[in-house]
DNA sequence: GTAGATCTTAGAGCCGACTCTAAGTCAAAC
DNA sequence: GTTTGACTTAGAGTCGGCTCTAAGATCTAC
């Protein structure tokens, strides 16, 4: 229905204009991009929705090459849904170490917050630190 | 005391030697590194902990240039503890941020792990879903 | 009908973080 | 005493992911 512009398309994704059209490039939109009488992208809410999860996955820091990969085996249709869970089973993977590591992080960033609020005088308890 | 070469260090830290010739250039070590008889690095075992400590800030998405703020703070030495507190803060904050859009991602991908799981009959329960 | 915004393309440029090359030094092993 | 291999330097190259430029077409409002 709605048909929105490249322009509305960066606004709600955050993405930029020149963004969307190097991700069509990339072949990262599941179904080629209408265009209007001028030649200029029609967005559907499909699309948005697909970019969103596009971002999704991006954000979680799958490459661009793998999301590629993905919307190419969503846009060969069905009969390849044993890969398609592949991907994003592997992804799924990466996701959780990543999410372990930021844990770890998040511990030793933690402490060391706290020994320099003691330092500081911001706490009562005192901890000593090497650093 | 033990005084490592730069090839152990890199096998101890997982950093090529390259990364960690990178990394000293880039200034992201507290002390200048040591030299032996013919002018190769000798690392003491502070050094190596002081690259575990960039190699997790590193891994949560600090950038080089951030580190280095934070490294140059360190040796400045006392006085300035108000500036890495905030140094740390704000990353923890950006951890937290990373680590909430990693569940968002997360809570997707299982999603679709699951909607996949189901049509290819390896699972009981079906759910619907759009893509 | 013209000014200004928004779009089109192909392709160049940029940035962060490595990663590698080339040319050379040096110590230890054979 | 020469080969091997780990080291040294400065600096160039690579890669992923944008980000921007230039030149031009088109729509919208006045």
Known sequence: MSGLS?????????????????YEREGLLAQPVRRGSAGHRVYSEDDVDWLGVCIRLRASGMPLTDIRRYTDLVRAGQGNEAERLEVLRRH???VLAQMHELDECLKLITHKVGVYESRLGLRDDVVECVQ
């Open 6 to 22: 490249i322009g509305q398309v960066a606004e709600r994704t955050g993405l930029s204009t020149h963004t969307l059209r190097f």
């Open 92 to 94: 799924r993977e990466r």
